[in-house]
């Protein structure tokens, strides 16, 4: 089995900054993407950001140049600077790993249970 636990949420002010971190642990041998999206009330879940193995990133529009996205593989972790947060960024977050068991072993997805992020005054 494989966890994800995310963790640094919480209220904001607009124009403030968070930065939110996912570590995993368990059967972990390798992990291959790594990803944070969110999911507003009476929205569907959505991509805020992937980064691959090789380091290649990729945002949603909506979020370009404010937020950013890393990796630590050695820990087994990834985060999500914000910056410049607006309430429309209010929603629960949610990291995702694409990881396998072994070399042998299908590339399997698995989310963390989520984390509020509120921003407001």
């Known amino acids: 089995q494989v966890q994800l636990v995310e963790s640094r949420g919480g209220l904001v002010e607009p124009g403030g900054s968070l930065t939110l971190s996912c570590a995993g642990s368990?059967?972990?041998?390798?992990?291959?993407?790594m990803g944070w999206y969110r999911q507003a009330p009476g929205k569907e879940r959505e991509l805020v950001a992937t980064?691959?193995?090789?380091?290649?990133?990729n945002y949603r529009d909506s979020v370009k140049g404010r937020f950013t996205i890393s990796r630590d593989d050695a820990k087994k972790s990834v985060y999500l600077q914000m910056n410049s947060l607006k309430p429309e960024d209010t929603a629960v977050y949610y990291c995702?790993?694409?990881?396998?068991?072994?070399?042998?072993?299908?590339?399997?997805?698995?989310w963390g249970q989520g984390i509020q992020v509120t921003v407001s005054s």
């Open positions: 368990g059967s972990i041998f390798s992990i291959n993407a």
């Open positions: 980064i691959t193995s090789g380091g290649y990133t």
């Open positions: 995702n790993f694409v990881t396998r068991r072994g070399i042998l072993y299908q590339w399997e997805n698995y």
